[in-house]
Structures are given as C-alpha cells and as structure tokens.
C-alpha cells in the first residue's frame, strides 16, 4: 500500500494514536505497538515538582527513536496558550516542528475554536512549525487552512472522545474532495467500522485515542483499528461497486437451474 | 538573600545569583526530558546554565505525558 505522505515524509501506517487514558505505560506500550501508527500525539503538561528523579516517563515507554511524537495542544482555548505549549514543546523534543494544534471553544463539547485555531496557525507556520491542524468539518475552514500552508487538515468526526463515529459524512467528503494536503478524521471515532467508513471515504488516515484506550479490551482494538484502517483505505483503492437501490442482481447464474 | 520565583503557578523561595540548572537540579529534575520557559520565553537547554533568576520570575517546566 502506497504509504500516507505528510510534509514530505513516508508512513507506512495511516492510523495515528494519542497516548492518554491508559491504564499505565506498559498498556500504553503494547496498545501502540498493537496498533502499529508511526505518528504518537503526546500532550505537554507541568511537571510534578518533587517527583522521583528515576519515575518512569512516556519517553522510556514509547521512544522518540521508534515513532513520531506529535505534540498537541489539547486543553488551549486560546492561540496564545496553543503557541506557548508548541513552543515549549518543540524545544522538549529537541527541535522536532511536526504538531498538532488544537484550540478549543467550549469545555463541554470540546468544540474547536476555528477563529482562534487560524490566529495559532499563522504564527505557528510563520516560525517555521509544521502543522497538522483539529478544526471542525467546515469545508471553508479545512479550505482557509490549507491555503495557510497547514500540512494536514483534520477535522472531527463527531466530538472528542464521545465515540459517537462518523456523523456527517457529507461535509467529510466535500473536504476530501477539495484539499491536497492529507485530510485526517481526528476526533469521534468509536469503533473498527467507523475508522473504515472514514477511510473509505478517501480520509488519508484518522487519529483516536478513546476508542482504543476506552475499549474493554485496548490491546486487541488497538489491533482491529489497525485492520479497519488498512481495509477501508483498500476498499477506498478498489472503488466500491456502484448501488443499485432497490435492484436485485443475483450473483449465480440464472440459468441451468435442476428442474428447468 | 532569598527571592521569590513562581514555578508551575506556585511560589518558592530560591536562593539569589543562581542558575536555572541549579534550580532543576534543586527540584530533582536534572537530566530529566523538559523544556522550560521564564516570562513567556523559551530557555533553550543550551542557556541553563547561564540564565540567572530573578526576584518574581514565572517558571513553565513541563514535560511530555499521554495525550489525544
């Protein structure tokens, strides 16, 4: 399979997974490995003063060495903090400018800020981040940060962590169909036939957390994920056959039948 | 003489005419995966150990932890 593209760099995997919610690094570990992403989003957070020196860290866990972190800003409401954090977290990870930049509107719903989600982008591409931008499926939004210079667009499919799946499909495919840049359902999904449907709609990937960390069962849905990644975007390749409402066409021939 | 920084929102007293990195190495955080930013700017790592603290200063140390 041809391998997901995103500012000039290969990733044989189009699944890309947070890293939150999980029971501890070690279930945070084999779910990620199960999953087989290459791109982790880590979330950057004070440290605890007064935590042991040798406390396991996310890094030891999941080395920088072996996959793309892409820190996000997840929990800014404004463009001021979302800069800030990617700021500091570009000098955490030693230089690394690939992000994910999240502005949310509402503590509720989770909602994107696509106003000030513009503001943070333009000054985040200006000092040189490469960013992969949460917004809402809005085709004029994804369209305005496309022409910024956002290296993906990748709007929600239904509000974040609610598992709800893919509710508008419709403005999904509109935004596929207009950009260039990876288009990436981020936000919404909740189980292996959703991450299908969004692939099989042209997505070039999706990102989720919940609903690997939150199943009963993470390691084995990191894997099913996996799986619904890979045979949506065959499925996407291969080109559905058209549907015929309400037209039967048997698949056996009609002929030659015993009796006849 | 005693100054006052604010570290991760809360106050602590520090010793005057010193360095972040003894401040890190002060709160166990030496060779620690952070990042560090004093009134709104970046210290790049490169600057600890030249970067004096002052009376009032506002300290973000944070680190990288589990996200979506």
């Known amino acids: 399979m041809e391998p997901l593209i995103i500012a000039g760099k290969h990733y044989s995997s189009r699944l890309l997974v947070g890293t939150g919610k999980y029971r501890d690094f070690e279930q945070t570990r084999l779910a990620v490995e199960a999953s087989g992403a290459n791109i982790v989003t880590v979330a950057i957070r004070r440290t605890n003063i007064g935590q042991l020196a040798g406390e396991p860290s996310l890094l030891d866990a999941l080395p920088p060495s072996k996959y793309t972190y892409l820190p996000n800003t997840a929990g800014c409401y404004t463009a001021d903090d979302a800069v800030r954090t990617l700021r500091l977290a570009r000098e955490l990870l030693d230089g690394h400018d690939l992000v994910k930049l999240e502005v949310l509107g509402d503590p509720q719903t989770l909602y994107p800020n696509v106003a000030e989600t513009l503001k943070a982008a333009e000054i985040l591409i200006h000092e040189g981040f490469k960013v992969m931008v949460y917004t809402s499926d809005d085709p004029i939004a994804a369209r305005a940060f496309e022409a910024m210079g956002c290296v993906a667009v990748m709007p929600l499919a239904s509000l974040i962590g609610s598992g709800m799946g893919i509710l508008n499909p419709w403005n999904l495919q509109i935004i596929i169909n207009e950009l260039n840049v990876p288009v990436i359902v981020d936000a919404g999904v909740g189980t292996a036939s959703d991450a299908a449907i969004a692939m099989e709609l042209g997505c070039a990937g999706v990102l989720m957390n919940t609903a690997i960390a939150h199943a009963q069962q993470p390691v084995l849905m990191a894997e099913a994920m996996k799986h619904a990644v890979i045979a949506g975007h065959q499925a996407f390749l291969a080109g559905r056959m058209p549907k015929k409402i309400y037209t039967a066409s048997p698949s056996s021939p009609t002929s030659g039948l015993i009796g006849s | ?68």
Do not use: C
Request: aromatic share 2%; hydrophobic share 40%.
């Open chain 2, 1 to 68: 003489m005693v100054i006052t920084l604010i570290v991760n929102g809360q106050p602590r007293a520090f010793n005057s005419n010193s360095t972040l990195t003894q401040l890190l190495d002060e709160l166990n955080l030496t060779g620690k995966r952070l990042a560090v930013e004093r009134n709104g700017e970046i210290v790049p790592r490169s600057q600890h150990a030249t970067t004096q603290l002052h009376e009032g200063d506002q300290l973000e140390v944070v680190v990288a932890v589990g996200g979506g």
